[in-house]
């Protein structure tokens, strides 16, 4: 069955809850959070990324998440939180309801990196 992307959207929106700047902060800081920036590498390069967050890029998700694929992130792991962020909150919204499908129940949506650099969130230049 066909869908849109407003019903896509509408289905990560619900299954992937919302975080503040501050919030991803304190998870970070307590729960050990892995926070996971999934812009496109020209996108990093031209405003840096958040302080100690991993990259991969959308298109990488699945096989960086997944243990069994050659190409697995040991930062992956089902029982870490997971903080997902990208330059508006779409693609990050997307990426946490395709983690949410590989059995992640720990799945945020930060947002747009601009939220973290608005909230004075510490940057790292590429």
Not at 2 to 29: G, H, W
Not at 56 to 70: H, I
Not at 103 to 112: Q, S
Request: aromatic content about 6%; some cysteine; hydrophobic content about 40%.
């Amino acid at each position: 069955m066909a869908t849109s992307v407003k019903e896509l959207m509408a289905a990560a929106n619900a299954a992937v809850p919302k975080i503040t700047p501050a919030e991803a902060r304190k998870m970070a800081a307590q729960q050990n959070a892995l926070i996971v920036d999934v812009r496109d590498t020209t996108e990093l390069q031209a405003t840096g990324k958040i302080s100690g967050a991993l990259h991969v890029p959308r298109g990488m998700l699945e096989f960086r998440a997944d243990s069994e694929t050659p190409y697995h992130d040991k930062s992956f792991a089902k029982d870490r939180p997971i903080i997902l962020y990208c330059a508006s909150g779409g693609r990050s919204a997307l990426s946490g309801k395709t983690l949410k499908d590989l059995g992640y129940e720990k799945v945020y949506n930060l947002g747009a990196f601009k939220d973290w650099t608005e909230a004075g969130g510490e940057v790292q230049s590429i």
